[in-house]
């Protein structure tokens, strides 16, 4: 009998894909993950009743107080006021319990993900941070404790997203493609700090509700819808999708088998072994988290650094706290896709690019950033163009 030899479809057509359906899908839910991450760091500029507070005993850094009484605002600006008296010690508590929920559920949220699916985890946890961040106005008018413990509930569902992404492109995205796919998803994150950055800055202004109140309110609503959107329309392999063409799942199933388990489509072969003794990931490890440690810095404290030492409105704090990430968004982009190119052609093997792309990524912000701390509201101007530069290239 003449065996038949069945060849592996090489490529399927990418613009109109289901794969890049799945991204797009992805993409809103990264604007709705980062919409929901950044909004106390707006909110708190409107919230705090800053003129309640002596900034001489709450300051980390006394020339704050010199710099502030320099550059007063315009007499026809309204400044805005909020109802809570919470020092800078509080304020920094409130940030930081976010992070301490995002940290606990990284690595569990890893393996909830490759054994459950991304289906469930990431639409789960996106209703979950919705619903609490509706509640938070309510909670800030009650302590500020109970808004920290919000904040952390929220941090606990936003750890596993990034370990969903992982996953998500594992079964979705050929090798090939990774770059783009995941760069583009990953550019939501920086649509979400662009609109909740300069929508939040408005709403601040309104007296509909409260003002901040409504960052809260929008940002949960966003994260709920989302989150029930996903779960009916994701499935956690091409193999389960029915709109999707045989030749593309063909093509997606043969780029991506390496990766998954024999034993489940969700299960991955992890190395913990070689992982926990490569000098590579432990590199990668470090590299990692140091660069989130600027990037999160970064995302937490730009309204505020405009608000305290550049002295911006909270109109224009909001629009140009956002102009790093419209600028950062168009560079992931077209990153990922030079990234892909370079390897494609070439030009430098995957590992060289991205060692290049680690570097250049670790680098320049860092001295851009060197320059914020000697910039006054003198110079407000060129210290946002610093700042630009700086989120940019992160």
């Not at 940002?219 to 030749?247: A, E, K, V």
């Not at 990524?361 to 700086?390: D, H, Q, R, S």
Request: glycine share 10%.
């Amino acid at each position: 009998m003449e065996e038949i030899n069945i060849e592996q479809p090489k490529s399927a057509p990418f613009i109109c894909s289901i794969r890049v359906a799945v991204a797009f899908v992805g993409f809103l839910g990264m604007v709705a993950h980062y919409s929901q991450k950044i909004s106390i760091g707006m909110a708190l500029v409107c919230m705090v009743n800053h003129s309640s507070i002596d900034p001489l005993k709450n300051s980390f850094n006394p020339s704050v107080t010199q710099i502030n009484t320099d550059c007063p605002l315009l007499n026809n600006t309204v400044k805005i006021e909020g109802p809570y008296p919470w020092t800078k010690n509080i304020q920094g508590l409130v940030l930081g319990g976010y992070f301490w929920g995002y940290l606990i559920t990284e690595v569990p949220g890893g393996y909830l993900a490759g054994v459950y699916g991304a289906r469930l985890i990431f639409g789960g946890a996106m209703i979950i941070a919705g619903a609490f961040s509706i509640l938070i106005p309510w909670g800030a008018s009650l302590h500020w404790g109970v808004v920290w413990f919000l904040r952390l509930i929220v941090g606990l569902a936003h750890g596993v997203i990034w370990p969903c992404m992982t996953v998500i492109m594992s079964h979705w995205a050929p090798p090939d493609e990774r770059g783009k796919l995941l760069g583009f998803m990953n550019a939501g994150a920086q649509i979400g700090n662009v609109v909740t950055l300069s929508i939040g800055g408005l709403m601040c202004s309104w007296s509909f509700a409260g003002g901040w109140p409504l960052i809260f309110y929008s940002t949960g609503i966003m994260g709920l819808i989302w989150g029930i959107f996903w779960i009916f329309f994701y499935t956690d392999s091409p193999r389960h999708q029915h709109c999707i063409s045989n030749r593309e799942k063909d093509y997606i199933t043969h780029a991506t088998q390496g990766q998954l388990s024999n034993h489940s489509e969700n299960e991955f072969k992890a190395p913990w072994k070689a992982i926990l003794t490569s000098k590579a990931c432990w590199a990668l490890f470090v590299t990692h988290t140091c660069n989130n440690w600027g990037t999160y810095t970064f995302l937490t404290s730009i309204p505020k650094y405009m608000a305290e030492v550049l002295k911006f409105d909270i109109k224009s704090n909001g629009l140009l706290s956002s102009l790093p990430y419209i600028i950062f968004w168009l560079n992931i982009n077209i990153s990922g896709a030079v990234a892909d190119m370079i390897i494609q052609k070439k030009i430098l093997t995957r590992t060289q690019t991205r060692k290049l792309f680690n570097v250049l990524g670790n680098l320049f912000p860092a001295l851009f950033v060197i320059g914020l701390a000697f910039m006054t509201c003198k110079i407000k101007y060129f210290a946002v163009a610093l700042l630009t530069i700086g989120v940019t290239f992160t």
